[in-house]
């Protein structure tokens, strides 16, 4: 009987490893926590979202929900939850929009899908969203400038500088910003 208990034993470099990488692993996630928890997102500038989301409704029931329930989660600053409902609709629209039932997004889906992605901690598909919008409407003034600020947060002067420009270009309400901003880089 002890024959068959001396053959199931593991090995002591084994069994010290089932116990070391466990260990670790808690390590590595206690210190990440404790520091890594900055909550700053991106490396450079702050990048301030818009008070309101301001998603119009497409006119259809079950969109229009998630839409309004994105609204209020961007409005609470619950930007897991808003990226997640505005994902939703925006696959429901993007479909719509293959079948000929719409024409195209509506307006800021994609920007504050974006903004929503960034503060999430995911910035290039943050950037990626609000480009797609900022290329859908090349004259909207809103989309470059946050397209600018999120690029210097990033510390990505080269399209930073390219948004900050078509914003001044455009005009509009941040036209003198991002003329100061110019003059500073």
Do not use: C
């Not at 939850?81 to 696959?91: G, P």
């Not at 290039?124 to 909207?140: C, H, S």
């Not at 999120?150 to 309400?173: C, F, P, Y």
């Amino acid at each position: 009987m002890t024959d068959n208990n001396v053959k199931r034993q593991y090995h002591p470099a084994f069994r010290a490893l089932t116990w070391i990488v466990p260990l670790a692993a808690l390590a590595i996630i206690a210190v990440l926590l404790i520091f890594g928890g900055d909550d700053k997102r991106g490396s450079g500038g702050e990048v301030r979202p818009p008070v309101s989301a301001g998603i119009p409704y497409i006119g259809f029931a079950e969109i229009d929900t998630v839409i309004a329930g994105a609204n209020e989660a961007f409005e609470k600053k619950d930007y897991d939850e808003a990226s997640r409902l505005l994902t939703r609709a925006r696959f429901f629209i993007h479909s719509g929009i293959s079948e000929g039932s719409f024409d195209s997004m509506p307006r800021n889906l994609d920007l504050v899908l974006g903004l929503s992605d960034f503060y999430r901690g995911f910035p290039l598909k943050g950037i990626l969203y609000v480009t797609i919008a900022a290329e859908a409407d090349p004259q909207n003034e809103t989309y470059a400038w946050y397209l600018s600020l999120m690029h210097l947060s990033q510390k990505n002067k080269v399209d930073a500088k390219m948004w900050l420009e078509r914003t001044a270009t455009i005009g509009g309400v941040y036209a003198e910003s991002s003329k100061t901003a110019l003059e500073k880089m």
